[in-house]
């Protein structure tokens, strides 16, 4: 769909409809079209997609930021490394001549085989704003549990394809309650740094956000939060800045700026496509399945390990069926995924011998959203980017670090929005379910309760001192909190508890753990950058004595 087919552009009337519908905002924005514009699947030559019976030296289950990193340091050490993802290629345009669905615009490239979209915020005004769209193998995935919903990034690059790029590295004093059996100060003198290089982190230049109407909404957020006594902190990111600077002066096409995030990002953001796995493909030792997930990991009889794989269609049904055997496996498909599939294999007998802290520790990294209804002199601005750039730091008082989030409606909203990171310290786990053949997960959407406390030491504070309310019809009808969701799940296969201090699982040889399910739960800011400089960490160990 093209910008002059928006119904906002062909008319200047703000009409209730339009209004309800253009501002449903960056990760729930309403659809304006119901056309189904979908990509395609990449087309890759046989010897690129793994075949059954194959046999291949490593075996990495996704394409995320462990698996991208295990992938890229093992092809330079001279290592043959077949990728297999559960989600597409994303590489190939769709009708519209764009590979990505705009946020205003979910259509079947928007969601993982739903028949409605799902989307983070739900309502305004009251009025529910998801809609019909087509079942496709769709960029983001909303999975539910009991209790909450797990967003996901499915596709090629994982959840580098629908974030907004936030590379935050935790505070040297906050880290020991984050990883402590990792030696902080290697992390923060070398895999720190060489996360930041690898994913291409940079910060925006303060004269140009100062200047520019793309961020007034967040020069607002920071006006009330000084103004509050809270600090306000530019947040890197890995979008390229240059390129929105020229978003801005209208010389490039638009993406940050047409409001492009939660269902992919078309042109500026530097996704893993265009970093770790486009290093490790240029190696030659690394070919990518996408459309492939695996079913079963068991020890083979002569050594190494049987992987079932299922072949999807973009229907979700199932083409084939592979065997393939590989010497060692990395299991890199998430925190959801990872101790989904290691639970079930565990409780199944495939991997019998995995230890009891197999789907333990799992935690939403204190996710919590809220919206403010600012006054009309503080006006957010009609046009906001969706790549955020800053946050308010309130950890050590009140357990809550917030980034200042953008509402890219393409109208004034006169509202300021957050998506707060708080010290949550409930956890949950996963366990096979015999009786319906899935993994169901304990949490209790209670458990946000803290959350939502730590969150109000800021927000309370800022309504107070500006005379400003919650808004009250962002996620339900008079629902202040967004508690029912995370898009930062963390957890469920712990460092140094289900594996060795390096992702090692106990009880297998050759078999490792290389993603955020290493991670126990929270990392006190939001966690790409913590996940790829511990995979950084750990392949660097893994090749250095296990290969």
Request: glycine share 12%; with cysteine.
């Amino acid at each position: 769909m093209t910008d002059s087919s928006l119904p906002h552009k062909r008319s200047s009337e703000v009409s209730r409809r339009r209004f309800m519908a253009r501002t449903g905002f960056i990760l729930g924005a309403a659809a304006l079209s119901g056309r189904a514009t979908t990509a395609q699947a990449r087309t890759t030559g046989t010897a690129a997609v793994i075949g059954s019976g194959d046999h291949v030296p490593v075996l990495v289950i996704g394409t995320g930021y462990g698996g991208s990193v295990a992938a890229l340091r093992l092809a330079r050490a001279g290592v043959h490394v077949h990728l297999v993802e559960m989600g597409m290629a994303w590489d190939t345009p769709g009708a519209d001549g764009k590979i990505f669905a705009n946020t205003t615009s979910p259509d079947g490239r928007s969601y993982w085989l739903r028949t409605k979209s799902k989307q983070p915020l739900s309502n305004f005004l009251g009025f529910p704003i998801d809609r019909a769209i087509p079942r496709y193998t769709g960029i983001l995935d909303a999975e539910d549990f009991s209790g909450i919903t797990v967003y996901q990034g499915r596709g090629v690059g994982g959840g580098s394809l629908v974030n907004g790029g936030m590379a935050v590295t935790p505070r040297r004093e906050n880290f020991g309650a984050v990883l402590p059996s990792v030696n902080a100060d290697e992390m923060y003198a070398t895999y720190y740094p060489r996360a930041n290089s690898g994913l291409g982190v940079g910060t925006v230049d303060s004269a140009w956000f100062d200047s520019v109407d793309c961020y007034k909404y967040a020069r607002v957020g920071r006006k009330h939060a000084q103004r509050s006594g809270f600090p306000f902190v530019f947040v890197p990111d890995v979008y390229d800045w240059d390129y929105m600077e020229q978003e801005a002066a209208g010389t490039v096409p638009k993406s940050a700026l047409d409001g492009e995030i939660l269902y992919g990002n078309n042109y500026g953001k530097k996704s893993l496509q265009k970093t770790y796995l486009a290093q490790a493909e240029a190696t030659g030792n690394v070919t990518i399945s996408p459309l492939h997930q695996v079913t079963s990991v068991a020890p083979a009889t002569g050594g190494g390990y049987t992987v079932v794989i299922d072949e999807l269609r973009t229907d979700g049904s199932v083409a084939t069926t592979k065997t393939v055997t590989a010497d060692k496996v990395f299991f890199a498909a998430g925190s959801v995924g990872t101790s989904k599939l290691l639970t079930r294999l565990k409780a199944t007998g495939a991997l019998s011998g995995l230890n009891d802290e197999i789907g333990k520790g799992w935690g939403d990294n204190g996710n919590v959203m809220c919206g403010r209804a600012n006054h009309v002199w503080d006006a957010t601005g009609a046009v906001q980017s969706s790549i955020p750039c800053g946050g308010i730091d309130n950890w050590a008082a009140g357990g809550a670090f917030a980034e200042v989030a953008p509402l890219p409606t393409g109208i004034e909203t006169f509202a300021s929005f957050y998506l707060s990171i708080t010290k949550n310290p409930n956890r949950a786990q996963f366990s096979w379910n015999a009786a319906t053949g899935k993994v169901d997960l304990n949490w209790q959407t209670a458990w946000k309760q803290p959350s939502i406390d730590m969150a109000k030491t800021i927000f309370d504070k800022i309504n107070a001192k500006e005379g400003t309310i919650y808004r009250t019809d962002l996620f339900g009808v008079h629902k202040i909190w967004g508690d029912h969701l995370t898009y930062h799940p963390l957890g469920g296969a712990v460092l140094d508890r289900a594996t060795d201090n390096y992702g090692r699982l106990h009880g297998y040889t050759g078999l490792y753990v290389i993603d955020g399910s290493l991670i126990p739960g929270n990392t006190s800011v939001n966690p790409f950058v913590t996940i790829t400089a511990l995979a950084e960490r750990n392949i660097e160990k893994i090749i250095a004595t296990d290969l």
